[in-house]
């Protein structure tokens, strides 16, 4: 069982999913807590934070579980983080809130090999520009910088997250985004 606040999340979701496919409804899931996608189902608790205090990177650290249902029952661990992109420096003071933001969520141990992640020169170079572009209303070509960057490090890996934070910043408004 995979239980999560007394709330047997595995019998549920199969309860939905019987529902759903009985009816021939194309879904995926990706309510808090739960997504499933591509015969995977993942189950997270986001409130699972390792570092609630840390207020240098300001993300929540999540614990997984992912169950790939095309090959019976196989169980993996894996710790995610949320990876805003742009980076949340390059909106910071500006209507939208990181909260609502664009993201996605990656492998802790993922992170530290993108562009915008640390405390290098390099890296704060990097958020400067990113920064730059934002303010100028260049949402889009900053988001194209980070997926470019995030895909040279992990090939095809998070291709369909990225597709989906692209097609949500497109719903967002680019000046929301400059800092006044």
């Known amino acids: 069982m995979f239980m999560y606040k007394k709330i047997n999340l595995f019998s549920n979701y199969l309860k939905i999913k019987s529902k759903l496919t009985e009816q021939k409804v194309e879904f995926i899931s990706n309510s808090e807590g739960m997504e499933f996608e591509n015969k995977k189902l993942n189950l997270y608790a986001p409130d699972l934070v390792l570092d609630s205090k840390d207020l240098a990177n300001e ?7 992912s169950v790939d249902l095309s ?32 993201a996605i969520r990656i492998s802790y141990d993922d992170q530290k090999y993108f562009a915008s ?3 290098s020169k390099i890296a704060k170079q990097y958020r400067e520009m990113q920064k730059k572009l934002v303010g100028d209303g260049e949402v889009m070509q900053a988001i194209k910088k980070d997926e470019e960057d995030i895909k040279s490090k992990t090939s095809s890996k998070y291709t369909i997250a990225l597709k989906k934070m692209k097609d949500y910043a497109r719903t967002l408004n680019p000046k929301d985004f400059i800092n006044n």
């Open 71 to 102: 090959k019976g029952c196989s169980v993996s661990f894996e710790r995610l983080i949320s990876n805003h992109i742009p980076s949340k420096e390059a909106y910071i003071g500006s209507k939208i809130s990181s909260d609502n933001g664009p």
């Open 59 to 65: 993300k929540v650290n999540v614990k997984a579980i």
């Open 117 to 119: 992640h640390g405390k």
